[in-house]
């Protein structure tokens, strides 16, 4: 029998609602415009914070010194940053592998691992998270920075995650999260709305890119329900460890 797609399947995009279908058109557009000044953005955006957050993950990761062999898959990579952390604190035997929908975001990242010396130790792979062309068991590591969110099927993603991890694998996310200090949540509400869209405007000539940012973080999940969703992907001793009042968490799950 024909499967028929259910047609109100719905996803959110920012703050509106679009069918589930359209969506990943809709965040290619926002990270094709984005590509050639998102490393600046991120800096002025979070004031330079996102570097200790980043530098959380790839504590977490734990890369080994030694010429072990180690393998990093960083889905939604983007421009490279996670991957090159880990390859720089990693010793002889680590090798990363940048994977990401978007061609644009990824050649920005084939620049940068050239100009630091890391392109033999990097491998970048266009594809959707949610369909990994990846073997089995196949990674000792697998990181998503500030991509989760953007996946229109979280739960396929996750699950392929699992998939490519090897037993003993590690899964880390770090994400936008539910700011739990009261005294900040109307200062980060103004700067999200305000602040985020006209420094969009000012640098990247585009403010519209930047409120879906802002809106898609608002819509993520609660960091428990998160948590749920990757014990339900297969992941076990599952975690997440809240930063800079919640505005971050860093979300961890292991493959057993
Ligand atoms: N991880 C990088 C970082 O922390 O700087 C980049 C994060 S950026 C906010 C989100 C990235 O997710 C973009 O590069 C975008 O192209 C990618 N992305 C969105 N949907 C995706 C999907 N379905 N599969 C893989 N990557 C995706």
Redesign the pocket.
């Given at each position: 029998m024909e499967m028929i797609e259910n047609p109100t399947k719905e996803a959110n995009f920012g703050f509106r609602r679009v069918p589930l279908d359209h969506k990943?058109g809709l965040?290619?557009d926002v990270?094709r415009t984005v590509a050639r000044r998102?490393d600046l953005m991120?800096d002025l955006m979070s004031g330079g914070l996102h570097r200790a957050w980043?530098a959380a993950l790839v504590t977490a990761v734990n890369p080994p010194k030694s010429g072990r062999a180690f393998r990093l898959l960083?889905?939604?990579?983007?421009?490279g940053?996670?991957a090159f952390r880990v390859l720089e604190a990693g010793g002889s035997g680590t090798r990363a592998t940048i994977?990401?929908?978007?061609g644009e975001?990824l050649a920005v990242g084939r620049e940068r691992a050239l100009r630091r010396g890391l392109d033999t130790a990097v491998t970048f792979i266009e594809?959707?998270?949610?369909t990994l062309p990846l073997p089995d068991r196949s990674f000792d590591a697998y990181t998503?920075?500030?991509?989760i969110r953007?996946?229109?099927r979280m739960d396929v993603?996750l699950r392929e995650a699992h998939r490519v991890l090897r037993p003993g694998g590690h899964f880390l996310c770090?994400e936008f999260s539910s700011v739990d200090v009261p005294a900040l949540e109307a200062l980060y509400d103004f700067y999200s709305f305000n602040v985020i869209p006209a420094l969009g405007r000012a640098v990247a000539g585009d403010a519209e890119s930047y409120r879906y940012?802002v809106e898609s973080i608002r819509n993520f999940p609660r960091p428990q329900a998160f948590a749920a969703m990757l014990r339900e992907a297969g992941f076990a001793r599952v975690s997440f460890t809240p930063m800079t009042g919640g505005i971050v968490a860093l979300h961890s799950g292991w493959r057993l």
């Open positions: 990943q965040v290619d990270f998102y991120n980043k960083d889905v939604a990579g983007g421009t940053d996670i994977l990401d929908i978007n975001m594809a959707n998270a949610e998503i920075a500030f991509g953007n996946v229109p993603a770090l940012l």
